[in-house]
T-cell receptor, first 112, second 116 residues
């Protein structure tokens, strides 16, 4: 019930395409859902986050879609660029708790 | 804003020695800091959570006597890997959460530990 399941494990998209990464959770007590981007040898960086009271959030080329009834959320990257090639992690936080529960990660490659 | 640093960025040590890794929040006060471990091509594994001035809370399976965590101030936490062995070789990442009432964690750049 504490898990966040992320898919796909890896994804290859041509430049300009829209990669979509999906996450699903079981625990309805989760109330904060961030996405992190990690480049090799670096720490994760917060990209964008959403709370369950909204269905979509956009920040620049990054969009989170949130489906509360299905307990799923996804990351869309518009007009993807080779520089977006990285590993992306979704996560969730239990209400009132401190720690994040991470998905398994998606290795994204954007081909030029 | 919300910058977290780690030192060193990489370290090589011999089996049996101890290594200390520092994590600092540079422009905010971190009431809570977290230590993660990450193996190649895997997700982050939370090792422990520490609140300033109190003992760290370790995740199940993490040896508290081997991975000593100290959160002595609102801007500094340290992780000491004692009597390191080759299987302790990994990427160690800290994160910090401030006192703004939100859930955001800000991650450090990580420390690559290699035990020979």
């Amino acid at each position: 019930q504490q898990q966040v399941k992320q898919s796909p494990q890896s994804l290859i998209v041509q430049k300009g395409g829209i990669p979509i990464i999906n996450c699903a959770y079981e625990n309805t007590a989760f109330d904060y859902f961030p996405w992190y981007q990690q480049f090799p040898g670096k720490g994760p960086a917060l990209l964008i986050a959403i709370r369950p009271d909204v269905s979509e959030k956009k920040e620049g080329r990054f969009t989170i879609s949130f489906n509360k009834s299905a307990k799923q959320f996804s990351l869309h990257i518009m007009d993807s660029q080779p520089g977006d090639s990285a590993t992306y992690f979704c996560a969730a936080t239990l209400q009132g708790a401190q720690k994040l529960v991470f998905g398994q990660g998606t290795r994204l490659t954007i081909n030029p | 804003g919300a910058v977290v640093s780690q030192h060193p960025s990489w370290v090589i040590c011999k089996s049996g020695t101890s290594v200390k890794i520092e994590c600092r929040s540079l422009d905010f006060q971190a009431t809570t800091m977290f230590w993660y471990r990450q193996f190649p091509k895997q997700s982050l594994m939370l090792m422990a959570t520490s609140n300033e001035g109190s003992k760290a809370t370790y995740e199940q399976g993490v040896e508290k006597d081997k991975f000593l965590i100290n959160h002595a101030s609102l801007t500094l936490s340290t992780l000491t890997v004692t009597s390191a062995h080759p299987e302790d070789s990994s990427f160690y990442i800290c994160s910090a959460r401030g006192d703004r009432g939100n859930y955001e964690q800000y991650f450090g750049p990580g420390t690559r530990l290699t035990v020979t």
